[in-house]
């Protein structure tokens, strides 16, 4: 039997929860992947991550490629071993991080070059190198080698490297040997209706264990993104899981579980920890504030974490000014909590048939009366309200 | 009943395991405070610390009086709550932090005038500001105000200070008003045998719940050294607690462990951590090193900890090398648990008469067949070889 499966379960509006089995366990969509760039999801233990939640971790190709080695990593019993995480890994295809961190990088058909912000040395990536590199790392998810074209970009250089990202995906599936990992395509197009839907539809040629939403969140406002979120699901067949790729924001995540995406991944609610700020119902609060520093408040009243359960804001205010880590850590453990609830909480919505209640809700509190255009054009499309 | 209350429950030669009673539980010595400076054990959740063994944590009244200030940690039910440690805090006096950090110091009669390291206030501390200070912080044990002479001084300097120190600790105790903090005089005198002995039989004078041993580990060798706790532990009362400050090498804690010294306190195993350095029985190994980048095993073979349990040396060293948080925190976490199973362990072989057998064994280990002059002979002073 395929190691891989994905049932939906319940449906509300466009909204679906979904079992999706790896080798490494079942884990329940929509869910949000904490990033662990380096193989580490930054200052926090694998069981502390379990603790909160989390189900499925990402790791960075590009980075794990350059330090330690994907051959170390291999040797090491891969990333599950390796990292001390025994749940399902995904790993991305190292694309988007050699055009945003690789130095003097060309792009031809072949793949890219581009040289290591570490060493300076000189590093061929390819679709079939992508490929091998994400074997010897061993996720239970491994993405196709695209390009993810800069914000913004013409229609005719969004068009020209749309097909050959669809010349890469056929490489990248020619070059897979291993029958323990699922292959996801990457649909590209920028913002472009047309141009999005074809890289959608081309992508969809391949007969893929998912889909993933790829070259959003990187600049576009959220009235071009969330047209095209809306479009992607659409087209995408509704028995495979559908990923939009650098997603972390909680209002953006309500909008497209509203729409159909069942996974997500985005450094942001660690970053913005580490930075000192906390996701709470009505956004973030940044604890350099002085507000804070009497404030005997849990970072969010009613939140599970540790973070909530054990301290006050004024020691977590203290902690961020003192520069110490600890501060960092918490906030990180909370917001990855605060995005986990969400999602639990979508699922239970969606089970019961109400997610558009339970958006109207999430909505009221994180904008108050105005409610942004893109957020309830969104609503509509996945039939919530 | 008095709160505080020390029982003498097993002895091997000198040494001894004391059960010590507080207003926030029962410790068990010998025993090693791990040092939570700001409030907070670098990168540790007190969850963490509670599980390797912890029993009581150190905070700095020093660098607590400069942030958040000792009327905030008050106002946030002190150290205790406002840290999430419920279990036995003790502070230092924040003398020894105005010698190492504060500028522009000046000492008198009165106290010291010293420069802040954050921001250049000028801030006066004197020994009823140091115990106002510590009562607002709230720990259960408290430090009289003293000064640690630098090393070297002369003798002339020395035996000024610790009577200047004497006097202190007078005005301490008369500044005192809290029933449920527990305050300890500290004995200076440096290396000076005479003055040693001189510094604690006055501090001998005042009848106080447990004894320090001070300014020591600050420069001079181990042979200079434990003669001075040798000699110290043998004036010190039985019945009383008594800690050797700033001490954390785990060899220096087994030969003091043998000289009946039963509490400890040092950053070394949690900074010599976030620098990459784990302790092992032989000593200790710097992850940072090349061999370690492949090397499968546990930071140490048997031990307990989440790091080991979970982590090779592989995983640990690539964390270092990438500048990855989790890596001094996993440092930190296990060498913690170090230091705790070396007293655990201590405690053990004193119920069962075999001190002398158990200090041989870890000297085998940590030195090979060269044990050093120092050790043996505090081995002998401790009636153990």
């Known amino acids: 039997m395929d190691p891989f499966r994905f049932a939906i379960q319940a449906r509300s509006g466009r909204a679906r929860v979904g079992l999706l089995t790896t080798p490494h366990g079942r884990v329940e969509t929509p869910l949000f992947m904490p990033v662990g ?11 502390d991550l379990k603790a909160i939640g989390s189900q499925v971790l990402l790791a960075n190709t590009y980075h794990l490629l350059l330090r330690p080695g994907p051959e170390r990593v291999r040797a090491l019993g891969g990333l599950h071993r390796f990292a001390g995480w025994d749940g399902p890994w995904l790993t991305d295809s190292g694309g988007f991080q050699v055009m945003s961190l690789g130095h003097l990088r060309r792009i031809d058909e072949e793949g890219v070059v581009f040289q290591s912000h570490l060493d300076g040395s000189l590093i061929r990536l390819t679709p079939e190198r992508s490929i091998a590199i994400q074997e010897a790392l061993g996720a239970d998810f491994i993405m196709a080698f695209d390009e993810c074209p800069p914000y913004p970009s013409s229609p005719e250089y969004l068009k020209a490297s749309l097909e050959r990202t669809l010349r890469w995906l056929e490489r990248s599936l020619k070059a897979k040997t291993r029958p323990d990992q699922a ?29 993933a939403i790829g070259g959003l969140a990187v600049g576009e406002t959220k009235e071009e993104m969330f047209p095209m979120v809306a479009l992607s699901t659409e087209i995408l067949p509704e028995a495979k899981p559908r990923y939009l790729m650098g997603v972390g924001h909680p209002e ?23 930075f000192g700020s906390a996701l709470v119902p009505e956004g973030r609060i940044n604890l350099k504030n002085a507000q804070y520093l009497e404030d005997k408040r849990p970072l969010e009243e009613g939140c599970d974490c540790y973070a909530c359960q054990t301290f006050s804001r004024a020691y977590i205010a203290h902690l961020v000014r003192a520069g110490e880590m600890l501060g960092g850590i918490l906030l990180s453990l909370h917001n990855l909590r605060f995005l986990h609830r969400l999602t639990e909480r979508a699922r239970e919505a969606i089970r019961q048939g109400s997610y558009g209640a339970f958006a109207r809700e999430f909505a009221e509190r994180r904008f108050g009366k105005e409610v942004p255009l893109w957020f309830r054009e969104a609503m509509a499309a996945g039939g919530h309200w």
């Open 183 to 211: 292959l996801f395509g990457i649909a590209q197009g920028g913002t472009d209706a047309g141009l999005r839907a074809l890289s959608t539809r081309e992508t969809l040629r391949f007969d893929l264990p998912g889909y």
């Open 37 to 47: 760039t380096q193989g580490s999801v930054k200052g926090l233990l694998p069981k």
């Open 252 to 274: 953006d995540l309500v909008a497209a579980m509203g729409l159909g995406v069942d996974l997500f991944d985005s450094v942001y609610p660690t970053r913005t920890g580490r």
